[in-house]
């Protein structure tokens, strides 16, 4: 199933026919090595589906949790009955690592498969039971009754947390960090396979969130450092060749919104501004860094935008420098947005999670717009000639939302 988007003229195409399929979280690998597949869950396990021909298999069969597709080998790494598992996509081998630590989770494998990282909770530490899946670890509408209470309580309980990796030859395990902070969202950089992006979880006006550590337990790193009170910055993603974290930065919460970067090598740091409309809930990179693209929000958000519910592509401008040339000053650049899909039928209670396909002519999100949910991909370029577009389904009539 594929259409033109009436308010936009950008081709959308439906890659899953599963009913509750979804791609990963928007910043986890979901991409094979060969550049054209795209790895997603259903009720029945995990398959792949080529964005182009739309050609799926299913890999892997029953309840597991996907956690990554690897970047050199053609796997999927997944969590079954508290162990983890990869296979290998074409041949169907399979092959269990090893054992999760109690109370543990994985979250991440690195660039070169040889290491995962995860956290578990040390000794009987029990977290509140109305904790929302951990990210990548579903997809569905149903939220905690009060997500913020759960989030504040959470971070004040001040549990005692492992971060540890598990070698993927051996499944040994070893633990590189202890902290009474809620250690969350880790992420191994695409390029070096020894540095981790993490996260210090809980209410983000609270937390100092991003950081990185080396496999081994050294270098720990804070990747930014708040200047106002009510500043928040998050939902954190890494950069083309893993020198750059990306990150959601608003000063103060709700009111002025960027696009926020830091150069690892250099300390530079670059801030994109963006309108209130154009906000997203999550953010992501093309791999040639010329890009960038967002999954929007609806007045529920807090950005508060009257019109945000569209899938956006954002081009960035630097403003050129001519006054004081001081590389500890923020070098700053405006994100100019095109709109790529009118998501005003989807229900912003399942986050889209936008990711750019390898060659960038595609954005996959996924969606409840049809209803259930299933994985998209609009094109970054014109839709095809009229005369051979598909007219969008019939319960997504052609319409037209002004912005604000």
Not at 329 to 353: F, I, Q, T
Request: aromatic share 10%; charged share 25%; hydrophobic share 35%.
């Amino acid at each position: 199933m594929e259409w033109v988007d009436p308010d936009t003229g950008h081709l959308v195409r439906r890659l899953t026919d599963e009913p509750g399929s979804a791609s990963l979280y928007f910043n986890q690998n979901g991409y094979l090595p060969d550049g054209r597949r795209l790895v997603y869950t259903t009720p029945a396990g995990i398959s792949v589906v080529n964005w182009e021909t739309r050609q799926a298999k299913r890999v892997v069969e029953g309840r597991v949790r996907l956690v990554e597709a690897g970047r050199k080998h053609p796997r999927v790494y997944y969590i079954r009955e508290g162990a983890l598992y990869w296979t290998h996509v074409d041949t169907g081998e399979t092959r269990r690592v090893g054992a999760l630590p109690p109370r543990g989770s994985i979250a991440t494998i690195n660039a070169d498969e040889t290491l995962a990282a995860g956290t578990f909770l040390e000794g009987g530490a029990q977290a509140p039971a109305a904790q929302a899946p951990a990210a990548g670890q579903g997809h569905s509408l149903e939220q905690p009754r009060n997500k913020g209470q759960m989030m504040e309580e959470r971070w004040a309980a001040r549990l005692p947390m492992a971060m540890f990796t598990m070698d993927i030859s051996s499944g040994e395990v070893r633990v590189i960090h202890r902290s009474r902070d809620w250690l969350n969202h880790l992420l191994f950089s695409p390029a070096d396979p020894s540095l981790l992006m993490f996260c210090h979880e809980g209410p983000w006006h609270k937390v100092d969130r991003i950081w990185t550590i080396r496999a081994d337990g050294s270098g720990l790193r804070k990747i930014h450092t708040r200047t106002m009170q009510m500043e928040i910055f998050g939902h954190e993603f890494w950069g083309p060749g893993g020198r750059t974290i990306w990150y959601d930065l608003q000063t103060p919460r709700g009111e002025v919104f960027w696009l926020a970067g830091l150069d690892l090598e250099t300390g530079e740091r670059t801030w994109f501004h963006l309108e209130r409309n154009e906000w997203s809930i999550h953010f992501n990179v093309s791999r040639d860094g010329s890009l960038f693209c967002g999954d929007g929000g609806d007045p529920g958000q807090v950005a508060r935008a009257p019109d945000g519910r569209w899938i956006y592509l954002f081009r960035p401008e630097r403003i050129p420098n001519r006054g004081v040339e001081d590389p500890s000053l923020v070098r700053p650049g405006v994100l100019r947005a095109e709109k790529l899909v009118n998501m005003a039928r989807h229900d912003y209670r399942l986050e889209p999670n936008v990711s750019f396909t390898p060659d960038a002519k595609w954005v996959v999100f996924r969606s409840n717009l049809l209803g259930p949910t299933y994985v998209f991909a609009v094109s970054t370029g014109p839709a095809p000639p009229a005369s051979t577009a598909q007219q969008p389904p019939e319960h997504l009539p052609q319409r037209r939302v002004v912005a604000q």
